[in-house]
């Protein structure tokens, strides 16, 4: 597996986002077998892996660190603060009542010694601010997570779904090396600003739902059921009339994939890769058979002509749907 930078930080070409594994899309699979292939996992390359104190909550946290505790010292974990968790909510997280937001100096030093134990480490790698609180001065976030680092417990500093003045106000109390957001190719929004932003500053974009929540893949349509508690259902770019609205990318994902040899998930993560070197997405799996597939995106080398014609003939197919309910998108771009 090749690798890349996020800032200073050296990780695999491709993460891991494990939040699926424990919310959002339905029952939680069997726990050993989620051990099993976080590990197999860093048996094919990857270094580089996703949580947060709200998948679950917390159990997320829990079974990566049992998984990657054999791998302490190889691999990066990332994880996140930001909001203030009531274990009592709806587990499958992420509908109608988000939890509330809470970056209170005080929240996020409770929340990285929780971390610390859950994941069974020393120091955290990564830490992201979840999502912006608008409560919260981001220097005073910013500041809090210098005093971390400074003692210790936590090695790099990151933000989610921020704004590029955010970025720049927290990037002056203390560097950033990752920015978190939506990217793919039916969710371009990181174009209008935030890329120039990063590359100007020297910071990573850690691209989550590189896939489109698995849209991107081809095996979801119009036809397409959901289980109960998978939040799919709730999202209106997931509506049966959305899907079939959709179906143009996927179609144009496959028609390039089929001269590739290549399957339009492989596709879709190949073309992110190639947008900038210091992109690395976090796409999520529950199956043996799709964690090699989208492994393999990373030896996929598409052209120059292959690259452009892709960006504009999907620039060209109006996405249906927007990624969030209201409520949850305005927590974004802050």
Not at 11 to 22: H, L, N, P, Q, T
Not at 232 to 259: M, V
Request: glycine letters at 8%.
């Amino acid at each position: 597996m090749q690798k890349r930078q996020l800032g200073n930080l050296e990780v695999s070409a491709i993460g891991f986002g494990c939040m699926g594994m424990s919310m959002a899309y339905g029952p939680s699979p069997d726990r050993h077998a989620m051990i099993a292939l976080l590990r197999s996992a860093v048996e094919q390359g990857v270094t580089f892996f996703d949580t947060a104190e709200v998948y679950g909550p917390f159990v997320n946290e829990e079974l990566v660190g049992e998984a990657l505790a054999p791998f302490r010292g190889q691999v990066v974990i990332a994880t996140k603060f930001g909001f203030a968790v009531d274990p009592a909510r709806d587990a499958a997280g992420l509908k109608a009542a988000p939890a509330a937001l809470d970056s209170r100096p005080e929240h996020i030093r409770q929340v990285v010694e929780a971390s610390l134990k859950r994941l069974r480490v020393d120091r955290i790698d990564l830490l992201y601010q979840h999502r912006v609180d608008p409560e919260v001065p981001i220097e005073e976030v910013a500041g809090t997570v210098k005093d971390l680092i400074q003692a210790g417990k936590v090695q790099h500093f990151g933000l989610s779904e921020a704004a590029p003045r955010t970025i720049r106000r927290a990037h002056a109390v203390q560097p950033v090396s990752a920015v978190q957001s939506e990217y793919s190719l039916w969710t371009r929004n990181p174009e209008h600003g935030l890329l120039a932003t990063l590359e100007e500053l020297g910071i990573g974009l850690v691209p989550y739902s590189p896939l489109g929540r698995g849209f991107l893949t081809g095996t979801i349509d119009a036809s397409t059921t959901f289980t109960p508690g998978d939040f799919r259902n709730s999202l209106p770019r997931f509506t049966p009339e959305a899907r079939s609205g959709n179906q143009g990318l996927i179609d144009l994902l496959a028609g390039l994939g089929a001269a590739q040899k290549a399957s339009p998930a492989q596709v879709a993560l190949a073309w992110l890769l190639a947008q900038k070197p210091w992109i690395v997405p976090i796409p999520g799996t529950r199956k043996p058979e799709r964690l090699e597939e989208n492994l393999g995106a990373a030896g996929l080398r598409l052209s120059a002509a292959d690259l452009a014609a892709l960006s504009d003939a999907a620039a060209r197919i109006p996405v249906q749907g927007d990624r969030y309910p209201e409520n949850l998108e305005r927590m974004t771009g802050r």
